[in-house]
């Protein structure tokens, strides 16, 4: 235990001085440009940044959680027997891998949103960055499900599960646990192509930088406090996955 909590504390105080020396390079390389810095213009415009945040947070939030849900049941149904589930899985995965997510978001926005009536862009930003997320998710559920020992099936059955309890206790949990850092990495991109759904007009945050850019033409002002923003979305869930995966690891020992 001691051990452990010498080496979590190692690894913080390497992430600090790796981070301190990141920002001294960057403060050095700024330094020599000709440029007129006026960080009053980001307090000035904060209400648009604290807004933006917000939405994409939102938005993010809903698009992974009905992402994995999809990409769950999308995963279930390419190892489904039924060949009816199974090619609708199949076509849903290769539909939405093989095509941009720009694109996406404009059918989304201009043609199926229309035809149903629905002109909030929010939602349709959800749903369109759910079932794009939701295709890599099914091909990551695929694969960890049929990276399973076929040994443990045929345990499993002899003892008298069935095949969906089979699924449930003793394929699907230890498939999860394989899939977490690439899921993770999914969610993590997600929330950086929820950028694009600036050009439906959703106010989250790269649509507040555009907004601010344009009314002021300071653009470093504008982007650098947008990165930074992204990475306060992104590292706290990067972090809270490792702690799950760790916990998970040491219950299956």
């Known amino acids: 235990m001691m051990e452990r909590s010498g080496g979590s504390y190692g690894r913080i105080l390497v992430r600090l001085c790796v981070g301190l020396t990141a920002v001294v390079v960057l403060v050095l390389l700024f330094a020599g440009i000709d440029y007129p810095w006026n960080w009053r213009v980001s307090l000035q415009y904060r209400e648009l ?20 849900i999809l990409g769950v049941l999308g995963g279930l149904a390419r190892v489904s027997r039924n060949i009816v589930a199974s090619e609708v899985a199949t076509l849903y995965v290769e539909l939405f891998r093989g ?7 404009y059918i989304f926005y201009f043609c ?4 149903v009536h629905l002109d909030n862009p929010k939602v349709i930003g959800i749903v369109t960055l759910a079932f794009f997320s939701g295709a890599y998710i099914s091909e990551m559920v695929r694969a ?20 969906r309890q089979t699924m449930r206790y003793i394929v699907f949990p230890q498939a999860l646990r394989r899939i977490i850092p690439p899921v993770t990495g999914q969610f993590v991109s997600l929330i ?5 759904l600036s050009i439906i007009s959703v106010r989250e945050l790269t649509k507040a930088a555009e ?8 653009t470093f002002e504008a982007y650098l406090p ?15 996955t490792q702690r799950l995966e760790a916990k998970m690891d040491s219950r299956s020992r």
Do not use: H, M
């Open 49 to 68: 940044f604290i807004r933006g945040f917000y939405n994409t947070l939102v938005v993010s939030v809903g698009a992974i959680v009905l992402g994995f």
């Open 144 to 163: 960890g499900i049929e990276s399973i020992d076929k040994g443990q099936l045929e345990a499993a059955k002899s003892t008298g599960l069935s095949d």
């Open 112 to 115: 199926i949103a229309a035809a």
């Open 192 to 196: 950086k192509d929820s950028s694009l």
């Open 226 to 240: 947008l990165a930074g923003l992204y990475l306060l979305i992104t590292y706290p869930l990067s972090y809270l």
């Open 99 to 105: 095509t941009p997510l720009l694109v996406q978001i």
């Open 211 to 218: 907004v601010i850019n344009a009314t002021t033409y300071k």
